[in-house]
């Protein structure tokens, strides 16, 4: 080889060499080093929106755990695939003759996917029936949600905790994320301690075992315990534990119940409020063939769902995105992987790298989720400049202000100037969104890390010196 030819290759091996730590600019750099993270357990990128070159880029291409920030991948290809005006569909079908508002059968409810039933949803849907002239029911409510295959993970399989409202499976026919919101008070005997639910289910059962007690208060997850009897339909519900009297009244929220036992509890309750009566139980069915459904209500339009989804990164909406976008190519049982290659092949088309993405499901609820700061930060460039910009910008998090950023940079001059979305999980820690500087430039920025001591400040301090540098940029 020759001399200079040889120099050469070696000059190129010291600097591939090099610690990427070089790539950061020296305030960054001075903010990282004093952390307990090392530079290779980072991958950022800030970009000016107007400008193909960035101003950081360090790690681009090393596959990372996101967190919640994939929901910004699945949100905007939903966006775009399906449309800002894109709605779910929720069918109803009678099943017996109806006479004079009188049902003689079962009311059969079939779910395709609305990520957003809410009760204040459902309460709405129950009322048009009754408008219609319903008023009877005298069989049971079945409930249809196979245009979903079966979840391919169980509800404790990612941390052992099934009955957290982010561990909540997707399901056709979810109704109100499944969720309740348990509120607690010490009795006035002195000995008792009060439970009550919200929704208050007639078919949750309760078995109330607190106990008053003295001494200091640690809050709710220190002194009450709650299991379920029959894991499979998470039904009774046990609380037990010695309750202070120091803490007065504390809420916890946790889901309980099957999926189809949650939505007839819950329509039951509404159905009366409307003045209809049900005489029968809940069952699992499947939609007549070739019968006209007696009324379709229909979602929200996507571009509203995705606004709870992003700003407080809601897990079983995310995931339900997967499975209308498999909708678009795929029969049902529509499974999530469908979902997952056809964010793919929108990637791909749109000529971003896929390269070491790997998607378990949409939420990033997930240890093997990997995307690269690269990828991401290409996603979010392409949307900026799509028609679907505002939308997209508007389900994210203000900084300062609301959602999951609304505690970082609170009363100062960065306060709702940046749009973000957040992730977190054990040795995880995610920030990425657009940030207004105040230069009146708009920067994508991109941060991964992961690392063993994320979780422990570093990860914040270094999140938080990475944003400050960019609106002050």
Known sequence: MHLRHFAAS?????????????????????????????????????????SPTPLVALNLEVPRNPASTVKLITTFVALDALGPLHRWSTEVYLLG???????????????????????????????????????????????????????????????????????VLPNAA?????????????AENGRDVTITADPALPNLIIDNQLHQATGPCHGILAHVKMTVLDPVIANPVVFSGDYPHACGEQTLPRTALSPEAYTYGLFKNLWAQWGGTLAGGVARGLRPVGQKPY??????PLAEIIRPLNKWSNNVMADALLYALADRAHAPPLQPQDGVREIERWLTAQGI????????????????????????????????????????????ALVGMDGTARKHFKNAPETGRMHLKTGRLDNVAAVAGYVLARNGHTYVVTLLMNHPTVNQGSGNAFMDAVLKWTFQH
Not at 116 to 123: A, G, K, P
Not at 295 to 300: E, K, L, N, R, T
């Open 10 to 50: 070696i000059l190129g091996l010291l600097l591939l060499a090099r610690p990427a730590l070089a790539a950061l600019p020296p305030a960054l750099e001075q903010a990282l080093r004093a952390t307990t993270l090392p530079s290779s357990a980072v991958s950022l990128l800030v970009r000016d929106v107007a």
């Open 97 to 167: 003759p109806l006479n004079d508002g009188v049902l003689q059968g079962d009311l059969l409810l079939r779910g395709r996917g609305d990520p957003y039933l809410t009760e204040q949803e459902l309460w709405r849907f129950a009322g048009e029936l009754r408008r219609l002239g319903l008023r009877e029911i005298t069989g049971r409510l079945l409930i249809d949600d196979s245009y979903f295959a079966p979840a391919p993970r169980t509800a404790d399989a990612f941390d052992n905790q099934p009955l957290r409202l982010y561990n």
């Open 174 to 186: 979810m109704v109100n994320f499944k969720a309740f919101t348990f509120h607690f008070a010490p």
């Open 295 to 300: 009324y379709v209500g229909y979602s929200a």
């Open 353 to 396: 790298s896929t390269q070491g993405l790997v998607m378990e499901n949409g939420s990033g609820l997930s240890r093997q989720t990997r995307v690269t700061a690269s990828t991401l930060g290409g996603l979010l460039g392409h949307a900026w400049t799509s028609p679907w910009m505002p939308e997209y910008l508007a389900s994210l």
